[in-house]
């Protein structure tokens, strides 16, 4: 374990001066004029992308019904040490405004929000860049996009849901960007507008991230939506599974992390690859234009072909690392998401079923549905027997 945080201290320590490079520079308006590396977060109005960043940052952001997200909003996360204290800042324009306590962050972004794009009414292309420093959160930059709407409202513009679209595919649509496309659990993932517009950006799907428990909590309700009692039981189990397999998965990730750290300089893999370093090293030393004349003293020529030797080293196992986990780890997620949790899911749902105490309530259906399922026996009774009749009529 101890080497596991070592590993991420040392990806923190990387990370951490790109991203803010890349917050400074977005800052200065960079972004008009080259592609900067983002994370968009986009949805449909009232999709939940407020909860998801919430449990993200653990503050409080603007929240409700109607447009919420005016304006495009940065969240920058930093990570502090144990035992630091929490502090904020909200800076727009030429304000900026430190917040000591999470609870006041809501209020901040909605008092710029009404200053840049005014209150309640349209919508802005304007950052409000939101910064949180917490020994609890990530080192990551989210840019919160304003929620797909179709219908202006009040004394909103009334081509508003065209503005907001405009605006979300100019973010989206960059090379450089991941689109995280929230989705609530309720409705029907193929007609969400936002996945649309990722995938019509995004055809391969190689930028965009959805939501999975979402997409298979959308499995219970196409199949199980009349049966409350068994969805509600299905979308609970399936819940259970999936944080199971989720953390399965990562320790078999992590496992097999720490298993490349174990080097096997006489293993025949690792040879085959160090060989082809050395092959390909000696490729470009031909093409070199070499000098007229030598200079080397033996210390230094010994000092150069060590350190030749080591990288050459360095750079097959890192080869040999990049293949080998290039290979696993998209087989074990593919195994723990799909198989594993389709099996798994399989058994739970047999289990349920067998319970006879409950399997009654668990096939309770809703009255309506009930009545049309009547409706349609005695439609279909009708139709066969006029069928009939009409087959044995002769003109």
Known sequence: MDSVNNLCRQYEEKVRPCIDLID????????????LPAIAVIGDQ???????????????????????????????????G???EWRGKVTYKDTEVEVSDPTEVEGE????????????????????????SSPNVPDLTLIDLPGI?????????????????????????????????????????????????????????????????????????????????????????????????????EELIRLHFKMEQIVYCQDQVYRGALKKVRETDAEKEKTKVQPATFLYNSELLQKDLSTTEMTQHLNAYYEECRRSLGRQI??????????????????????????KVNCSRLLAERKDTTEKRKFLKRRLSRLDQAWHKLAKFSY
């Open 24 to 35: 400074s520079l977005r800052a200065l308006g960079v972004e008009q004029d080259l592609a």
């Open 149 to 249: 709407t179709r219908v202006a409202v009040g004394n909103q513009p009334a081509d508003i849901g065209y503005q907001i679209k405009r605006l979300i595919k100019t973010y989206i649509q960059k090379q450089e960007t991941i689109n995280l496309v929230v989705v609530p659990s309720n409705v029907d993932i193929a007609t969400t507008e936002a996945l649309s517009m990722a995938q019509e950006v995004d055809p391969e799907g190689d930028r965009t991230i959805d939501m999975v428990r979402i997409a298979f909590t959308g499995v219970s309700l196409n199949n199980f939506g009349e049966l409350f009692n068994l969805h509600s039981a299905a979308k609970s189990k399936i819940e259970d599974i999936r944080l199971n397999q989720e953390k399965e998965a």
């Open 82 to 84: 144990q035992g630091e």
């Open 330 to 355: 998209p087989l074990i997620i593919q195994y723990f998401m799909l198989q594993r949790f389709g099996e798994e899911i399989e058994k739970a749902m047999l289990q349920l079923l067998q319970d």
């Open 46 to 80: 009232s999709s939940g992308k407020s909860s998801v960043l919430e449990a993200l940052s653990g503050v409080a952001l603007p929240r409700g019904s109607g447009i919420v997200t005016r304006c495009p909003l940065v969240l920058k996360l930093k990570q502090l």
């Open 109 to 132: 972004i909605n008092k710029a929000q009404n200053f840049i794009a005014g209150k309640g009414l349209g919508i802005s292309d304007e950052l409000i860049s939101l910064e949180v």
